[in-house]
């Protein structure tokens, strides 16, 4: 019995030291993480309810102005290509470029603006509940 955890632990010792020896190209980069919106407040609570996962890929054409609406859920996005500049109703502003990351305002009205000359297309991340809207527009 001796021999045969002997045996098994060399075995693990040897496995081990050839994947340690495999170099694995991993990289990670932490784009967003925050306890507040990209405008400064604080993050609502979760709401009770089945969670539900959203991932939108929008695509925003030069010119296009979206509506007042705003966003009853946490959610957070990634302005993959192209220029946007969002607006909350008080005029604070956020302008983005390709690469860069919002925290959304939750539960607050804010529309986005594509002021550049090319599509702008973003990923949104909604961290939402089931049979909840992600999106208000304002009447």
């Not at 690469?99 to 702008?120: C, F, I, Q, R, S």
Request: neutral net charge; hydrophobic residues 40%.
């Amino acid at each position: 019995m001796k021999k045969c955890i002997s045996g098994l632990c060399l075995t693990l010792l040897v496995a081990g030291s050839v994947f340690a020896s495999e170099k694995v190209p991993v990289t990670v980069d932490v784009l967003a993480k925050a306890t507040s919106s990209w405008e400064g407040s604080a993050l609502p609570e979760y709401p009770k309810g089945k969670p539900e996962v959203t991932i939108l890929k929008i695509k925003i054409e030069p010119g296009v102005k979206l509506p007042l609406h705003e966003h009853p859920v946490i959610n957070a996005g990634y302005l993959v290509s192209g220029e946007l500049t969002v607006v909350t109703q008080d005029n604070k502003t956020l302008e983005m470029k390709a690469g860069d990351t919002l925290v959304e305002v939750v539960n607050k009205w804010h529309y986005g603006v594509n002021n550049g000359d090319m599509p702008a297309e973003i990923v949104v991340f909604y961290a939402g509940i089931k049979d909840k809207p992600l999106t208000v527009k304002h009447k």
